[in-house]
Each structure stands twice: as C-alpha cells, then as structure tokens.
C-alpha cells in the first residue's frame, strides 16, 4: 500500500474541520430555531421533556448523524496525517521526570471503550498519543491550537494559591500534558506532578515539556489511588477528566484528592455542568452517548457536591467557564452564543485548614 501523499491526509483534516464547523455553525443554531418553534414552557427548561421534542424535528436526524460521521471521518484523517510523523525526541539532560508503571491495572471501565471514538483509545501505542494530540485541537475546531483554554483556566481559576507558598501541584488524568504545563509556568519554583494511566500520553507529555525546559514529574497512576503523600499538595486540578469516570470512580478519586490535599490547600476540576436551557442539555447529554463518553450523562446528573463533602471537602461549588472570554465567571451562568458550545464549568472546593 503507497503511503498517502501529505496533501491528501491535509485536505481530509480541511474537509473534517470544515464539516465539523458547520455542523457547529449552521446545523446546531438551525435546529435550535425549529426547537424554539414548536417547544413549550417545560421543554424550554427541561432537557428530558426538550428531548422528546426534539427527537421529532426534522432536522435531528441528520444533526446527530453528523456530530457521530463527522467524529470517526476525523480520527481515520488524523491517522492518516500522523502515521509519518518522526518520533519526538527527548532533549538531553531533562530537567523533569518519568515515571512509568507497565506493571499497573488498568480498569476495565478505562480500556473497554474507545473514547470519543478514538479507535484503541488513548493508551495502547506511542501512535494513540500522537492522534490524541491532533485530534484534540480538532475537537476544538482549531480554537485550541495554542492551548489558550488551558492557559486562562490556569490564569483565572487559581486565585486563592496567589500570595502563599505553593510547594506541590497535583494535575490528574493530565494527558498528552497541555493541561500540566501552564501550572509549571505560574509556578516554576513549586514542584509539579501529571499523573495519568496512558504510558504513551505520559511519554508526550514528559518530551514536550523537556522541550520547552519545564522541569515536570510525570507518574502513571490512577486518580483513585495515587500513591502520593498525605496533605502533600497544595493544589490539585483536573481539566476534562471527570466526565469520562463512572461514579464509584469519581468518588474513590474526590475521596484521594481530599487526603493528598493539605490542609487549605484547593481542589479545581475543568469539566462540564448542565446548564438549565433543556435543548442545550439535551444536545450535551446526546453528545455524551454519540462520542463514546458512557458516563459523562451520569457525572453531569450526579451530585458531585455531596461527593466532595462526603470527602471531607469545605466551600464547594461549581462556577461556569467562558473557554472563549474571561475564563472563570464567579457565577454558574454563561454567556449566550448561537453556534455549539460546550458548558465548561470549573469545581472548586478546599480541604478545611
Ligand atoms: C480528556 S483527557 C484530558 C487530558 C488533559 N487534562 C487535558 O485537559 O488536555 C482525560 C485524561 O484522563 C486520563 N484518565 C482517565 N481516567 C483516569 C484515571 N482513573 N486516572 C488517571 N488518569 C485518567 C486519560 O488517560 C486521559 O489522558
């Protein structure tokens, strides 16, 4: 078989962008005018009583037929464009560290499902990293290119850290590392820890921040059970995380986040909320299911505060986040926009001094 010459594989991450883009831009907004139609009172404001109106439109079907055909045409596409790609190389005397564990369990909840349809996930060869890391920017719809988002959760939602001594920072489930390096940038005398279960992100992500001379610790752990000190950290985040764990796991997680925290030190999770407008939720908790995210309809439905206290935790809340704005708003409420857009929101509790 002739490799695909380089422009090919560019214009299919053109057409994917595109469609993608438009499926965002004109199909969403679209369906939203004849939901708007036809809805009443309850629909307006619930997404269960929006669903069934919404199954019915004319439009729906070829809506959700696009946000699934255009997720798989995007992982072949980006396939195709990185199978040439030269390895990464890892500059010499690194600053940071590596720490992997082929030994580990993965959970079954973890490797039975290919996430957002990536086929083999994100942990089973060096190649799941580099796809990753290009379909993600995809995803984003190319907003993302430079990591801005992850920058400004960074700049916006860390405001009680400001002032004190911050000795460790804890980034779980911190991927290919885009979320991990901004918190080394903010702070560059604490020491600063990515953990995640895929080996290969954790491989990506140790070589780009060698590569940008950011000296960071990256662990291959599980969230649940860390391995880390007791009251070690004065942080700990996730971003894009929680909505891809089943509830016990979630709450094994918050339940390790409370002990490795110290004393005052703070808890912020990037994910999503719901957001009280049913055909927005609706269209979320859809997502949920087309792009092989099992049990972000259950995280989103779950009582998460209850979770955080039953951990131990103190001033809990979730607060929305404009990706494309200021970042973190104090309030849960975002600003109105036509096109698809995710309801990023932050949660944010403290260990109790
Ligand atoms: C959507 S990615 C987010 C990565 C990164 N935080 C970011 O914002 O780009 C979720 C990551 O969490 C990891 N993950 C999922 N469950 C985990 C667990 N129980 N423990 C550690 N990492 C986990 C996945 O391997 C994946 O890399």
Redesign the pocket.
Known sequence: MTAPHPLDSRADIDFVLALRRRWSDRLYPELRREFDAVADAAAAADRQDAGKVTETLPLYPWFAWMERGSQKMLWRAVERSVADAPPLELPAAPKGSLELHPEMEM?AW?TDWD??VQPGG??QTDMSART?ELG?KLVMLGDNDDYAF?RRFVETSLAPLKGRTVTRLV??????G???WPLKRAFPDAEVIG????AP?LRMAHIKAEQQGLAIRFIQ????ATGLEAASADLVT????IH??PLP?LEA?LAESARILKPGGILRF?DFHYTGDGFRDFAMHEHGARNNEPFMPGMMGADIEGMCTRAGLANVRWVAFDERGGGRLDTLAWPKRAEWHFPWAVLEAERPS
């Open positions: 959970p973890y996430i957002h994100v942990w990753y993600a992850h980034d779980v489930g911190c991927g290919f885009k979320s991990t953990l995640d279960l895929a992100c752990a599980n969230a649940e996730s971003t894009m995380l891809e764990m796991a997680m990037l």
